[in-house]
Structure formats: structure tokens, C-alpha cells
């Protein structure tokens, strides 16, 4: 189970981005909607996040250490909790989009570029 996530950058994703558009700025791609219409435009730039998505013990883990440092957050009985669980986790997932001269974001993925 995922606790929400929290979408940043890193260095990681800053060398991603410059690799990224360099190699693709200027480039001819076609978006396809799901309803068959079709987008034409070009690269501008590359945008690089990336979201940490954790088990839902090691939200409550981060929540109690946020708690400490900020009055806004605020602990509820159940984070109080010792934690129970042996095996957590947390994991980075990257987003990458493409940005066109007129600022419009597409997904990496759901694009096709032009020969």
C-alpha cells in the first residue's frame, strides 16, 4: 500500500533533464489523444520529476518525524504506535514530459517522434 507521494527533484533528475534535451530539443513529435485526434509540435524542453511513494508504516514513520520539526502536522492516536512491521519500504519512480514552445506538458510515453 502507497502513501501519497511527494513529487521533487534531485540531482539525479537535473542530469536526466540536461541529457534529455539536449538530445531532444528541437524534435518533431505527434501526440494521439485517446479519442483519435492527433497533436503536432516540437521539443522546447524536458521536464524530470519524480515521486517516493512508501508502505504505509513508513508514511506513519515520516509523518511522526514531520510532527516533531512542524506544528502543522498534526499526530493522530494511531500514529503513536510503535511500528510493527519488519519489512518497509520506499521507492522513486520518475516522470518525464516533454514542454512545447507554447507550454503545454506530454508524457514521455504517450508520445511518437517524427522521423
Do not use: C
Not at 537535473?14 to 509540435?41: A, C, D, H, N, P
Amino acid at each position: 500500500m502507497t502513501h501519497g507521494g511527494i513529487k521533487k527533484t534531485n540531482a539525479m533528475s537535473k542530469r536526466l533533464r540536461k541529457i534529455l534535451t539536449e538530445e531532444l530539443e528541437g524534435k518533431k513529435f505527434v501526440y494521439v489523444s485517446k479519442y483519435g485526434g492527433e497533436i503536432f509540435s516540437k521539443v522546447s524542453s524536458v521536464s524530470v520529476g519524480y515521486t517516493i511513494s512508501m508502505d504505509k508504516e513508513s508514511g506513519r514513520k515520516f509523518k511522526v518525524g514531520l510532527s516533531k520539526r512542524t506544528q502543522k502536522v498534526k499526530l493522530e492516536e494511531k500514529d503513536k504506535k510503535p511500528i510493527e512491521v519488519e519489512n518497509t519500504w520506499s521507492g522513486q519512480k520518475y516522470k518525464i514530459e516533454v514542454v512545447t514552445p507554447n507550454g503545454n506538458y506530454y508524457n514521455l510515453n504517450e508520445i511518437y517522434f517524427i522521423k
